[in-house]
Every structure is written in C-alpha cells, then in structure tokens.
C-alpha cells in the first residue's frame, strides 16, 4: 500500500540550511505537499510540488523530487527559531475523479538552536 | 479571504457518547476532506465530500460518518465513543481543481474520558 517515510527529528543551528527528507511508495502520486504544524495549530501548507518537475522553489524554500528514487525534501534557507515546527511530507492518491487523499508520513520535528 | 474555520476547538466527552464536528471550508471551496490525528498512528484520512456526496472514504469503523451541506460546510458525527477516539480532528477543504492543495483549519480536540 502507499506509504511516506521522514525521519523524526533534525536539529539545527539559527542561520543554517535545513534538509528534511522523504520517501514515497505510489508511483501514481501526482503531487506531493509539505505542511507545517505548530504546537496547538492545525496544518499550514509551506509548498507543494507536481510529480513532472524536478525542483521548485519558493523564497526560502527549495523543493527537490528523484522520481526515480521516489524521494522529495524540502530546504529552508537561513533557518530562523521561528521554524521550529514539525513538518509533514504528503502524497495525494487519485481515485478516479476524486480530489483524493493526502498520505501523510510521521512528521519530522525541526529544532531551531539560537 | 478567511481560512478553514472548525467548531469547537475542544471538546471534552465521556465513553458512548456521541459527538457532532463542524467544518466551514474556504468560500468557493467545494470539497472538504477530514483527517484524525494521533501521536501513534499520525495524520489518518477519514473521508472526503464533494456537493454533498461522500466521494472517498479511509479505512474507520462506521462510527465515524460524515455528511455536507449545500452551502459546502460539512460536519462528522462520532458515535459511542471510545477512549481511542481521543484525537485532535482536522478538516481541509480545496477548490476541487487539479493542482490545488488542500488548505486546514485548526481543528477540533477531542478527548474522551
């Protein structure tokens, strides 16, 4: 069945770049989605990605996909403290018309040292 | 343009009772999607809404169900509730275009005494 892989925590110094990774199972996942979820907050969408494109990149954030490897991750530039969130990598599976389903993995915790 | 606005945000319940959820989507936002979250199991799906019409559903118990309204909002139901249950729910609607993400609300946390 479809799953998502991330590992479960990075930490990393205020001002460095960092790398949070994700593996996919579906090779039929036409977009891919990496949310933000702060303590007591629900889910902020940061950037999405569709499946023909190899890299995007918003201000900060840099998206990277291997579709070969089935691999996505996402790169904050210039971490802040205020990035400290947890961060969840999502596929979405298409039934037929359907908008679908998100498959979402564990969630990766950033911790952000001043 | 208001976001994703879920009521209540926390409610607390007893062992076979029931519980009613609200989710008013993002205006012009046609399909609303809900989600279960967990610390053990993380982010679930639980079904999904399209013109008042239940067009995906996960793998839950026929306790959870779900229905929308024509104005889009749409609420789920939980019935005799299990300490399991206890969760925060999360509700996310979109535009129902190809390409356009699903956007949250804050959520509703459950807890079950």
């Known amino acids: 069945g479809e799953d998502v892989e991330q590992s479960l925590f990075l930490s990393v110094r205020e001002g460095d770049s960092s790398v949070i990774n994700c593996t996919y199972t579906d090779s039929s996942s036409t977009y891919l989605y990496w949310y933000k979820q702060e303590p007591g907050a629900g889910l902020q969408l940061l950037t999405y990605i569709f499946s023909n494109m190899d890299m995007k990149q918003d201000q900060r954030l840099t998206v990277l996909l291997n579709k070969k490897d089935k691999h996505l991750s996402l790169r904050i530039a210039d971490t802040q403290t205020g990035d400290s969130a947890i961060y969840f990598c999502?596929?979405?599976?298409?039934?037929?018309?359907?908008?679908?389903?998100?498959?979402f993995g564990k969630g990766t915790k950033l911790s952000v040292k001043p | 343009k208001a976001g994703v606005t879920q009521t209540p945000r926390y409610l607390i319940k007893t062992r076979g009772q029931q519980v009613t959820l609200s989710c008013s989507p993002i205006s012009g936002h046609r399909s609303v999607s809900w989600y279960q979250q967990t610390p053990g199991q993380g982010l679930q799906f639980l079904f999904e809404y399209f013109s008042e019409t239940q067009r995906n559903k996960g793998n839950f118990p026929g306790r959870f169900s779900g229905r929308q309204f024509s104005n889009s909002r749409s609420e789920m139901n939980v019935s005799t509730l299990e300490l399991g249950d206890s969760a925060l729910y999360l509700c996310a609607s979109s535009p129902d275009r190809v390409g356009q993400p699903q956007h949250f609300g804050d959520g509703t946390r459950l807890s079950i005494l």
């Open positions: 999502a596929e979405s599976i298409r039934y037929g018309g359907s908008q679908g389903n998100l498959i």
